[in-house]
């Protein structure tokens, strides 16, 4: 492809800072160039050209994450507009598998920062805390393909599990006490001992080089 | 400047002989062995040669890239990531029990990587986006359309390659385009003139030859070698003939074996003229843009066609829109309801000599055609499968999945549930609820579970 070649040094600078090899990036540059028809930015509405996202029950979720400037490591907070394709590869670095050769310390960054991902996927109004209502947004969307369930079972599943969650965070609390939110903190102490790193994140295929057809 | 001179008249005259040759040699070599339906086994010739040089090609790439090391291609991939293959329960159960020592099945945060990682893999690569590029070759043809990489690999190779170019645009496509254009005023003229006869036998027997004797130089035009197979199983009078649609060409590659009516919308310019000719000689079923919608009057019309045993069985391409050749859409249900018998045919082409596909976003028809007319052929298979009747007991979607099905497994396609008109469509609601309902059947029936205990 035409582009590939012609921005080597703009490439070998983005793979330093979000961690691809340039193979990976060129593919999800085609990616980029699909979704967004040839343009060079992409908007939410682009997202709506893939047909497997609708299987996704939080498909809303996904693709607000992707336009959330807490996840585009930009000072200002809010949603953005449209991103362009190195705010793309930012997102995406989030799902990178870790590598063999990452020290403690590494590990460590990379696992914090799938975890803020995360955290801002269910703190929706990017106050920093996890609320009952947003937690129970969370579970209502997962659920929401069943007709059958009412909306007060969903409740209840998401109260109990706030609850839960709340006796892991803060120990037992006196009758008066209003447990406000998750805190991020509060959240790493919940995925104690989970392994997530091997669990979010998308193992590309090795290929080197894939003649294409155009 | 005065150098020129006596070699203008030498040019001319050059020039002129190479065109009469050019022409008796298209006249007595295609056109006339065109009209009798006979062939002299020339396009196969060209095909074996064809193949012999492009794994010579292929070779030499191969040693090029090694000694250079250069990235070399690797065979078509299906996909850029590595999908994993378990369920959404096995990956579910997996991640709460790396976590909790409880073993209480109910709602944890956990549950949303699942969801999220498919999310975002999807975004990455997903199934249907694919199928509608065109498919990816494992060696290459020659055809600088279907890899850049391969250019700069040798020098003798890239002599091949600036030969082949020089042959398929300066000698192969002005004498296609010639074909053409014969072609297409024969059938013009032709079918005028027979509409001119009175209705009868003979106006009948005429009008099916110059519609096939056309469509025979047309094949020709674009070098298309064509194997049929199953011959026996060709569509009779009265029946409606449905194929897997890749490209406008699959129209010509069926009617120069058989003898068909056309569906399809009238269209203006050259088409226009065309279809207003045809329909002269014999009854085609052409709509006008505003009857199209109308799905009501197109059936009717349809149902009336077939139901005249005189009139030729009916060509309809029911996915809609040109696929890539290696699956099978979804069949628009339409052209089922009908209640006629059905000729299920294959069409696979093979894409070492050229990409018959046409990308209707990408290419406008004028450029797919430049295209065709400039790859080295086209080869395909053409397989008639049995007549297929509606069952009394299923309806016409499972009727047309039931046709689909066949389609795809004769011709090697995958078959995709996925609807064509994906392409430019959204997503039918119904097909969102599967896997919102799974995982909720999980959380909720557990949940229910525990409250009872």
């Not at chain 2, 106006?203 to 035009?221: E, P, T, W």
């Not at chain 2, 026996?232 to 010509?252: F, L, Y």
């Not at chain 2, 068909?260 to 050259?270: D, N, P, R, S, T």
Request: aromatic share 10%; hydrophobic share 40%; charged share 25%.
């Amino acid at each position: 492809m035409g582009s590939a070649h012609s921005v080597p040094a703009e490439m070998r600078e983005l793979a330093d800072r979000t961690g691809f090899t340039s193979e990976q990036i060129e593919h999800l540059h085609r990616r980029f160039k699909q979704l967004s028809q040839d343009q060079l930015t992409i908007r939410k509405e682009n997202f709506d050209s893939i047909p497997d996202l609708e299987f996704n029950p939080i498909r809303g979720k996904i693709v607000h994450a992707f336009f959330d400037k807490r996840n585009l490591r930009q000072e200002s907070d809010g949603l953005a507009e449209e991103i362009n394709f190195e705010d793309f590869l930012t997102i995406m670095s989030y799902f990178r598998p870790i590598e063999m050769n990452m020290d403690e310390e590494q590990l460590d960054r990379f696992r914090k920062e799938k975890l803020k991902f995360l955290f801002h996927m269910y703190d929706s109004d990017h106050d920093g805390k996890i609320t009952l209502q947003e937690y129970r947004n969370v579970v209502e969307e997962l659920l929401s393909g069943n007709p059958h369930l009412e909306k007060e079972s969903a409740r209840s599943i998401a109260d109990g599990a706030m609850m839960e969650a709340a006796s892991i965070c803060v120990g037992q609390m006196g009758p008066d006490q209003v447990y406000e939110g998750i805190t991020f903190e509060d959240f790493l102490k919940m995925w104690q001992g989970i392994d997530i790193e091997t669990k979010m994140h998308v193992r590309f295929l090795n290929v080197d080089t894939i003649a294409h057809c155009y | 400047m005065f150098l020129l001179l006596p070699f203008d008249s030498l040019v001319v005259n050059l020039l002129g002989i190479s065109i009469t040759v050019l022409f008796t040699l298209l006249l007595v070599f295609i056109i006339v062995p065109a009209i009798f339906g006979v062939s002299f086994g020339i396009r196969k010739v060209y095909m074996k040669t064809l193949l012999k040089i492009f794994q010579w090609a292929t070779l030499r790439i191969e040693r090029g890239a090694k000694e250079k090391n250069h990235p070399l291609y690797k065979p078509y991939v299906n996909g850029i990531i590595a999908k994993e293959p378990t369920s959404l329960e096995e990956e579910i159960k997996e991640l709460r029990r790396s976590g909790k020592a409880l073993d209480t099945p109910e709602f944890e945060l956990s549950d949303i990587f699942y969801f999220c990682r498919k999310g975002i893999e999807t975004i990455m690569d997903d199934e249907v986006t694919k199928r509608f590029s065109a498919e990816e070759l494992e060696s290459w043809n020659l055809l600088s359309r279907t890899n850049y990489n391969f250019q700069y690999i040798s020098l003798r190779l890239t002599v091949l390659w600036g030969l082949g170019v020089l042959i398929r645009y300066c000698f192969l496509l002005p004498l296609r385009i010639a074909l053409a254009f014969t072609g297409i005023s024969l059938l013009v003229t032709g079918t005028t003139v027979v509409g001119y006869l009175p209705n009868g036998r003979c106006k009948d027997f005429l009008s099916k030859h110059v519609h096939l004797m056309c469509y025979r130089i047309c094949v020709r035009a674009l070098t298309a070698i064509i194997t049929y197979h199953d011959r026996e199983n060709r569509p009779r009078n009265g029946g409606i003939c449905v194929a897997n649609h890749t490209s406008p060409i699959d129209v010509i590659i069926l009617a120069s074996d058989g003898y068909y009516a056309m569906v399809g919308q009238i269209h203006g310019g050259l088409m226009g003229v065309i279809q207003r000719a045809m329909v002269k000689a014999c009854p085609h079923v052409w709509f006008e843009r505003s009857e199209v919608k109308d799905r009501h009057l197109v059936a009717r019309r349809l149902t009336e066609h077939v139901q005249d045993k005189s009139k030729l069985p009916i060509l309809i391409f029911p996915e809609g829109t040109c696929i890539n050749n290696t699956s099978v859409m979804m069949f628009k249900k339409g052209s089922f309801e009908i209640g006629a018998t059905v000729y299920p045919v294959a069409i696979k082409y093979d894409p070492q000599f050229g990409d018959a596909f046409w990308n209707s976003s990408k290419y406008g028809m004028v450029t797919y055609l430049l295209r065709m007319m400039t790859s080295w052929a086209i080869v395909c298979s053409v397989w008639y499968l049995p007549p297929m009747t509606r069952q009394p007991e299923e309806d016409a979607v499972q009727f047309a999945n039931r046709v689909k099905s066949a389609i795809a497994r004769q011709g090697g396609l995958v078959d995709l549930l996925w609807d064509g008109g994906l392409k430019r469509e959204k997503v039918k609601d119904a097909f969102k609820e599967e896997q919102q309902k799974l995982y909720s059947k999980m959380i909720v029936g557990s949940h229910e579970d525990r409250s009872r205990s």
